[in-house]
């Protein structure tokens, strides 16, 4: 079982969430879902100033077994990408929680964090799903 950071809040799709001090949220995917990837090769960012809803596909990594959307887990207005994943999507494989970060927002609705899950209940949704 991959660490998981006890700061960060989970979508069921693997995303992960951190609020930063000045209330935006940044967006990557979890460990466990870079894990089942595999090696990733490309990844496609939304544009910067686009409007997101939560649950919608806002983003796209490509490993060598699949492409898979990435949901955003909460609306609002994308005010940063992570360019680097340009040229370097294997970040989000050696970094989720990190340098491997995907997108920022602005987001809209504060009340929608309440629909995350903790880390512990995350850890209980990927225990579940290797069984």
């Given amino acids: 079982m991959s660490d998981i950071p006890g700061d960060l809040k ?3 799709s693997h995303e992960w969430v951190r609020v930063e001090q ?3 949220v940044t967006v990557g995917i979890s460990d466990h879902a870079q894990a ?3 090696d990733l090769v490309y990844v496609e960012l939304p544009e910067v100033g686009s409007s997101v809803q ?3 596909g806002t983003a796209v990594v490509e490993s060598v077994k699949a492409a898979s959307d990435i949901y955003s887990p ?3 207005e994308v005010i940063a990408v992570n360019e680097e994943l340009a040229d370097a999507p294997e970040t989000i494989n050696s970094d989720a929680y990190g340098d491997g970060w995907i997108f ?3 987001i809209s609705d504060k ?4 629909n995350l899950l903790t880390p512990d209940e995350y850890s209980e949704l990927v225990e579940n799903e290797d069984h």
Avoid at 111 to 114: G, W
Wanted: hydrophobic letters at 30%; charged letters at 25%.
């Fill in 74 to 76: 909460l609306s609002g």
């Fill in 22 to 24: 000045d209330g935006t």
């Fill in 104 to 106: 920022k927002l602005k």
């Fill in 111 to 114: 009340s929608e964090l309440d």
């Fill in 54 to 56: 939560a649950g919608n």
């Fill in 10 to 12: 989970f979508a069921k």
């Fill in 36 to 38: 089942q990837l595999g």
